[in-house]
């Protein structure tokens, strides 16, 4: 239902604003960063416009991807399947549980997107030692998606305003 109303929403805002073209984060986008509090309540730096992304939360995946922001995807976890481009994606492992931090690390994402169940402990010290940010959601329900698709439009996803997103979800809700 949730893949359903976020396909739908993507769709309807592809064919009447016609402006999900992703526009390359400037220089200066890389060099700034904003603090977020991700839907566990934990308050993240992260880059404004994140460049390389390992999505290991298959709705955050989706999403990101409905933002017309796939391109900013390096890998993800073999749960991550639609849209279908993200098939064409380096997978890391079956689920973030089976993740090892020095592949991830490997691939020098500017963030990394985890859901439930989240990355190991030890996974996610070794990808905070290496300064990488880590934002985790619980996308199982649509009041968990608007604040990812909030968080999402903060950090420069796309050109779609994430407010905008919110509210025709709340529409079609």
Partial sequence: MVKDIILLASLILSISLGCCQVHPAS????????????????????????????????????????LGCSDRIVAVTSACTMPPVLLEKEVLGRSALSLEAEPIIALKPDLVVEGV?????????????????????????????????????????????????????????
């Fill in 27 to 66: 220089t200066a986008d890389n060099d700034r960063s904003v603090m977020i509090s991700d839907g566990m309540g934990k308050k993240v730096e992260v880059p404004l416009c994140p460049d390389r992304i390992v999505c290991v939360n298959s709705a955050a995946a989706e999403l990101i991807c409905a």
């Fill in 117 to 173: 169940p989240p990355l190991k402990e030890d996974v996610r010290q070794q990808l905070d030692e290496a300064g990488i940010p880590v934002l985790q959601y619980w996308a199982l329900h649509v009041d968990r998606i608007l604040p990812m698709i909030d968080d999402f439009g903060v950090q420069g996803h796309g050109h779609i305003p994430a407010v905008f997103v919110r509210d025709l979800l709340f529409f079609l809700c």
